[in-house]
């Protein structure tokens, strides 16, 4: 802004060095960057004759150097160099200016160069935000001898330097070489106007020329001070012709691009022109060619694909845009794969449902043992296709542990129901993009997951399976979840979007099937949009019934065996199961199986002759030692061992409490890289037993004078959840009674401070799995005996159930007598 508009806000000071320049003069100024149009009228007063002080305030500046006789514009924005500058107009009107060596305004002195300019203030411009708009000029080169202040701004004392010029035919010869170099930049170079050359021509001094063409060519902040810092002319001329031939020869290979681009752009209107020409020919003799040929294809294809009306005009606009693009065009493969999945999705197929209630069922059953619940809701479907024919298909969620067959329950249901299936995983899913597809001003851009799913399954009502949904993350590219909110909502995917085809297209008949092995990490919205269906562990005897009608014909298969050269036998298939794994579903199990067939293959191939009978006290020699032991039932009543039932995304598990009392000042413990959830129940455990210490035949001081550590074993694995706090509660009074807890009793449940046991979940994986374990007895609040229903009857029959409502009923049933010379038993443990 020099000078400002008449409608300007801002106030114009200006130095008295001579008579104001014309409008013109100064845009002059402003672009050649010297004092060059003054030289009709009164010369001001020379720059080298005008006096520097000793002391100059200091002005740094990041990626700027001025050179003596050089005007240049600044923008003053810092508060402190407002005041610097403000001081100086009150002044002198100079100003020492240095660089900083890190490419940042610093008023740090150490990171500034110790050679700058003292210039003055030629011009100055107030903004109305307070910022200021300099035009200054550079008088000399400097040095800066020693900084003496550094606050409000840096003021330091300086020499002035004075230029070495040894006035010889090299010198001249030097100086003219740059100029001439100079002309072929201005020549080449688009930000260099041709003016700027005459007023380097009228440039007589060497000295002053190698500064005048320092400041107008391109150079970084270092070489700039480099030229700046050499006081030798002939040498600063020296090391300037280097960086003027740098800058010729970059500006030279610049142009020689642009020429080969601007080649090929005419060469590729020339070809655009004969092909059009070759159209015309090609349609007056009535030939067609390739190109014509397939646009003829898509526009078939685009007809009989069936496709909606908002996608037909869609497609029907790319493709006349597709057969008025050149085929080297950047577009035209853009275009053509986009019609390509257009032609090629399936609008209007579909597969005809089997509606055969009872082969639907006998199917389910085939391929799978149990799951009554899931197999019930699909039959129920099918009954209920039978009497209205549009119904939205089912979305469903199949939640559970691994291997207890989610996943190959969708290809059954798919097979029961005469449809195709696809499966995508969704595990580790991080962008939006993958469900929605990416738009098409993408490089490489595709359709979301679901699309490319509906056309590698061929058909609009697929069974469509989204494999662990609760494994899905969020980042910078979006959320996944958000965008299946609309896929697997019924009364909005009938017109789903991709951003690629950015058409609308109907999802209302593919039935959506999701598996996740847990819930709470599933958006909430998400999870309404679904029906949920659990699928708990198996027991024992449902194993051994999938080992032998699935598992071991398969493995048989596999292992091209037949059920006459191997039998496994009841006996050992349960020994498989008890000791050799522990888990919710099968796929250890029949991993196992598959081991015992490669033993039996390769007695076959050694030449052995069978058949070959597995039994129980076999598994050790084909399987090695036993990896899991029945460790509940084995140990003996221990004092301030209790055990504890957990449920996680693997099933449900048996696990221990472990408490210990030592002399201390009443510190408390927590190890077993336990959950903030399952501390807390640790604390209100102890709690309780505070304050229910004489009932409990507790001494009021124990808990001053003792320290408690409470310990949860597999320390590696990450514990959560306030179902153990019961199991804490019992550990812990006894351990400080001496009175040992029944070892087959397992018990869960949250505690709250005043000794009540509020419910709990996953209650049939944990009776399950202590089922598992050798458990005789469990204990469960009484809130959760509707939960009891979905346990097996065998199961029940099997195991005592005892429900409760407070924990001292608890300690009642799993603290026996205390033992009398029990270490643990010290004195002022017991009242």
Not at 276 to 298: C, M, P, S, W
């Amino acid at each position: 802004m020099f000078p400002p508009s008449s409608g300007s806000s801002g106030e114009w000071w200006e130095m008295g060095f001579g008579d104001e320049p014309e409008a013109d003069d100064e845009a002059t100024i402003i672009k050649l960057g010297v004092d060059a149009t003054r030289q009709d009228k009164e010369s001001p007063t020379p720059v080298e004759k005008i006096e520097i002080a000793e002391e100059l305030p200091i002005m740094p500046l990041a990626d700027t150097v001025i050179y003596p006789h050089i005007v240049a514009p600044l923008l003053v924005t810092e508060e402190s160099l407002i005041k610097l500058i403000d001081d100086a107009l009150a002044g002198d009107r100079i100003v020492g200016i240095v660089t900083t060596k890190d490419e940042v305004e610093s008023f740090d002195p150490e990171n500034l160069y110790d050679i700058g300019s003292a210039v003055a203030v030629a011009r100055m411009f107030k903004l109305p935000d307070g910022k200021m708009q300099l035009l200054v000029q550079g008088i000399a080169r400097m040095r800066v001898e020693e900084f003496t202040q550094t606050e409000p701004y840096l003021k330091a004392k300086v020499e002035r330097l004075g230029d070495r010029i040894d006035d010889t035919v090299e010198l001249e010869g030097l100086a003219r070489n740059a100029l001439n170099l100079f002309r072929k930049i201005v020549n080449l170079a688009p930000y260099l106007p041709d003016e700027i050359f005459a007023a380097a021509i009228n440039v007589n001094d060497p000295n002053d020329l190698s500064d005048f063409l320092a400041a107008n060519i391109n150079l970084d902040t270092a070489q700039k001070q480099e030229l700046l810092e050499e006081l030798d002319v002939k040498e600063r001329l020296r090391d300037l012709t280097v960086f003027l031939n740098h800058e010729v020869e970059v500006l030279e290979i610049g142009s020689k691009i642009q020429d080969q681009v601007q080649s090929e752009l005419s060469k590729g209107q020339r070809e655009f022109f004969l092909r059009e020409q070759l159209k015309a020919i090609q349609k007056e003799l009535g030939e067609v060619d390739d190109r014509t040929t397939e646009i003829n294809e898509l526009s078939e294809a685009i007809d009989e694909s069936g496709m909606s009306e908002e996608a037909r005009k869609e497609s029907e606009r790319e493709l006349d845009r597709l057969a008025k693009m050149p085929a080297a065009a950047a577009e035209y493969t853009v275009a053509r794969t986009y019609l390509d999945w257009m032609v090629s999705l399936p609008w209007n197929v579909s597969t005809e449902d089997s509606l055969d209630v009872k082969r639907a069922a006998t199917i389910l059953d085939e391929d799978h043992y149990g799951l009554e619940k899931v197999k019930d809701r699909i039959v129920e479907y099918l009954a209920v296709r039978n009497i209205k024919e549009d119904t939205k298909g089912p979305i469903l969620c199949f939640v559970g542990p691994p291997g207890v067959g989610k996943t190959s329950l969708g290809k059954s249901i798919a097979r029961a129901l005469g449809r195709k299936f696809h499966r995508i995983s969704l595990g580790g899913v991080r962008d939006e993009a993958e469900i929605r597809g990416h738009r098409r001003t993408y490089v490489g851009a595709l359709p979301g997951r679901v699309i490319q799913g509906l056309r590698k399954a061929g058909t609009n009502n697929p069974v469509f399976m989204l494999d662990e949904v609760d494994k899905m993350g969020v980042d910078f590219r979006g959320d996944p979840a958000a965008a299946l909110l609309e896929v697997l909502d019924p009364e909005q995917n009938n017109t789903f979007s991709d951003h690629y085809l950015d058409v609308q297209f109907d999802l209302s008949k593919v039935m959506f099937i999701t598996t996740a092995n847990v819930l709470f990490t599933v958006p909430p919205a998400l999870l309404d949009r679904m029906e949920v269906l659990e699928l708990s562990g198996y027991t024992e005897p449902e194993k051994v019934k999938i080992a032998q009608q699935f598992l071991t014909p398969r493995q048989l298969e596999e292992h091209g065996l037949e059920e006459a050269n191997l039998k496994i036998d009841e006996s050992a298939l349960r020994g498989i199961i008890l000791n050799y794994t522990r888990e919710a579903g099968v796929r250890n199990l029949e991993r196992e199986i598959a081991a015992i067939c490669r033993k039996t293959a390769r007695k076959v191939a050694e030449g052995e002759k069978g058949p070959f009978e597995v039994t129980g006290d076999d598994l050790h020699d084909l399987l090695g030692p036993i990896e899991f032991r029945q460790e509940v039932i084995e140990q003996e009543d221990e004092v301030g061992v209790s055990t504890g039932l957990a449920w996680t995304e693997f099933g449900g598990d048996v696990l221990f409490v472990e408490v210990e009392s030592f002399p201390g000042k009443g510190k408390l413990s927590l190890t077993g890289k336990l959950g903030d959830v399952m501390q807390e129940s640790a604390k209100a455990a102890v709690t309780y037993a505070r304050a229910n210490a004489q009932r409990l035949g507790i001494d009021d001081e124990f808990f001053e004078k003792n320290d408690l550590h409470i310990h949860v074993p597999a320390g590696a694995i990450p514990k959560d959840g306030p179902s153990a706090g019961v199991t804490m509660a019992a550990a812990l009074v006894s351990e400080i009674t001496g009175r040992p807890v029944v070892k087959d009793t397992a018990m869960t449940g949250e505690i709250t401070l005043r000794g009540k046991v509020l419910p709990v979940g996953g209650i049939k994986q944990k009776v399950l799995a202590a089922h598992r374990a050798g458990v005789k007895r469990v204990i469960l609040p009484e809130e959760n005996e509707k939960d009891l229903e979905e346990v097996p009857e065998f199961v029940k029959g099997e195991m005592e159930f005892l429900l409760v409502k407070d924990v001292n009923e608890i300690i009642e049933q799993v603290l026996g007598d205390r033992l009398e010379g029990d270490s643990r038993s010290r004195e002022g443990g017991l009242a």
